[in-house]
């Protein structure tokens, strides 16, 4: 599988960083825009019978991400450029900043969710933090499932912000579902590229 380095500049308050994305995955702007053309384009293949169906569907999975984004600092979004319905992928995602509760540090955060949440580390050094996020909603002739994982990354000697990840896969929907092996695989896709991150050193 070949790979290619995404490089986010740094900000006056947040170092840069790159992450390495598989063939066929694009970075999206904050603002979701690149990610609904993409969706747009991919809906347009499928066949009329299911089209409206799908389309509720991934409509309330941008909405929900639409919400977070206006809740978050969002970096960017990532997820398959892929345009053929037969290889679309319903996955993201998204990487925004985090900034600790005053008074607090990043690493009461991390405790917080593995006392809440049963976070677990991802790498061996113990550095990045992982926890479920599977949701589900009702949406107009049905339920959605979405499975998904969030994830912490502590920014190099900054103890209150941090680099948040948070994937998203559409399990299932009006009776369709992803087998339990195509969500185990969409999730060690987006471990690795979380898992990826490398900070830019400072000069």
């Known amino acids: 599988m070949s790979l290619r380095a995404e490089l986010i500049g740094e900000t006056p308050e947040m170092p840069g ?8 995955w694009e970075a999206a702007d904050a603002g979701l825009s690149g990610l609904t053309d993409r969706y747009a384009a991919v809906l347009d293949g499928f066949p009329d019978s299911t089209r409206a169906v799908v389309r509720t569907r991934i409509e309330s999975m941008l909405a929900a991400a639409r919400v977070e984004a206006a809740k978050a600092d969002i970096v960017r979004v990532f997820a398959p450029s892929g345009l053929d319905p037969e290889e679309y992928v319903p996955v993201s995602l998204v990487a925004s900043w985090l900034t600790a509760p005053s008074g607090g540090s990043i690493q009461d955060v991390g405790a917080g969710l593995i ?15 992982r926890w479920s996020l599977n949701t589900s909603a009702d949406v107009e002739g049905g339920e959605v499932e979405v499975a998904g994982n969030g994830y912490l990354l502590p920014v190099p000697g900054n103890p ?22 195509g969500i185990a695989a969409m999730s060690l896709v987006c471990d690795a ?9 400072a000069a």
Not at 17 to 24: D, M, N, Q, R, S
Not at 115 to 129: F, K, N, V, W
Not at 193 to 201: E, T
């Open 193 to 201: 590229i979380v898992a990826s991150v490398r900070w830019r050193r």
């Open 160 to 181: 209150r912000r941090a680099l948040m990840f948070r994937s998203q896969i559409l399990r299932s929907a009006t009776g369709a579902t992803i087998p339990d092996e």
């Open 17 to 24: 960083f790159a992450v390495l994305l598989p063939e066929g």
């Open 115 to 129: 006392a809440r949440r049963g976070a677990t580390p991802l790498d061996a050094g113990g550095s990045i933090l």
